[in-house]
């Protein structure tokens, strides 16, 4: 063999050993998204750019349409949808309603056996664990994982993911979490809800203590977007200051989480509360300020339009 011969093949041989290897592909699954709202269509999105095959349902048909422009197939039916899914995640309304459309319109009877449901609605912790043991049964896995975020979350893929369930199930779900945002495994059947829970009692209230701050340092005759400002950074800073904060600021109440949707979280919680004993005065005072709110026309609104009621009850419209 030729000197020439053998630097050629060492060449060939040193290029082979640096270059760098292809990244391994994610797995591209068949999944089916149940409820196509203000959180399911940016979400099915995110699934299907991340090269999944995404399938749609939502009970009004024509808020779904749109996705057909991406690639996304819509359905008729629960059933035509989930039909042959490696996983189904849902963002139904409520318990019931996930309830209602599980076993009612004959989704789960249609999910091939082994399939993974992904239940992604805020509902009761209990109405979670009902669910999985019942799909258990019928040789389905079950995963209940709220999220936390919003609208914004949902559309950039930062979601936090609150996930109850098996170990084995949650690294399953791990390719429509990493197309969503960043979930954390947080206990069984249920853990998943009843941390939702403990975010949004968290939220609700928290909310409350701005607005009602803000207002009362109004009321004082300070500057409210400069009071806002001057308390950033210090110990009573926090997301809802910076977000909600400013929306109260402007007055902008154009919902990305609605109050209707705090107040049945509240609602949730304390129910939850009573089921295990535990006493929770403040998100029982809060949840009448959220339901007095809805009972004068505000649900319809982002939750931070609590400001609104709690600007009433001191004429400071």
Do not use: C
């Not at 699934?47 to 024509?62: D, F, I, K, M």
């Not at 009362?216 to 909600?244: N, Y």
């Not at 006493?279 to 339901?291: M, V």
């Amino acid at each position: 063999m030729s000197r020439e011969t053998t630097s050629e093949d060492d060449q060939r041989m040193e290029s082979a050993m640096t270059t760098t290897p292809p990244l391994p592909q994610l797995p591209r699954l068949r999944i089916a998204v149940l409820g196509i709202g203000m959180m399911g269509r940016p979400m099915a999105r995110r699934l299907r750019e991340a090269g999944h095959q995404v399938h749609a349902w939502n009970r009004t048909r024509a808020k779904a349409e749109p996705l057909a422009a991406f690639g996304i197939t819509v359905h008729d039916t629960p059933a035509s949808a989930v039909q042959h899914a490696d996983i189904v995640v849902s963002l139904l309304e409520n318990g019931p309603v996930v309830g209602q459309v599980l076993f009612d319109t004959g989704a789960a009877i249609a999910m091939r056996k082994g399939a993974l449901f992904i239940d992604m609605a805020s509902i009761q912790p209990r109405e979670a664990r009902d669910h999985a043991a019942r799909l258990g049964e019928m040789g389905l896995t079950h995963l209940d994982a709220p999220v936390s975020g919003g609208t914004v979350g949902a559309e950039n893929g930062t979601l936090a993911i609150l996930v109850g369930g098996r170990p084995e199930d949650f690294a399953r779900g791990q390719p429509v979490f990493e197309a969503l945002g960043r979930a954390t495994h947080v206990g069984p059947h249920g853990a998943g809800q009843l941390t939702k829970l403990a975010n949004q009692m968290i939220v609700g209230i928290t909310i409350g203590a701005v607005a009602e701050a803000l207002l009362f340092a109004a009321k004082g005759g300070a500057d409210m977007a400069k009071v806002r400002e001057a308390i950033s950074g210090g110990f009573a800073d926090s997301r809802i200051l910076q977000l909600h904060g400013q929306r109260m600021v402007e007055r902008d109440f154009a919902p990305r989480g609605r109050m209707a949707v705090q107040l049945k979280d509240m609602r949730n919680a304390l129910a939850t509360a009573g089921e295990i004993g535990f006493d929770a005065p403040i998100t029982a005072l809060f949840e009448n300020l959220y339901a007095e709110g809805v009972e004068h026309g505000l649900g319809e609104l982002d939750h931070s339009g609590l400001f609104i009621e709690l600007a009433s009850r001191n004429a400071q419209q």
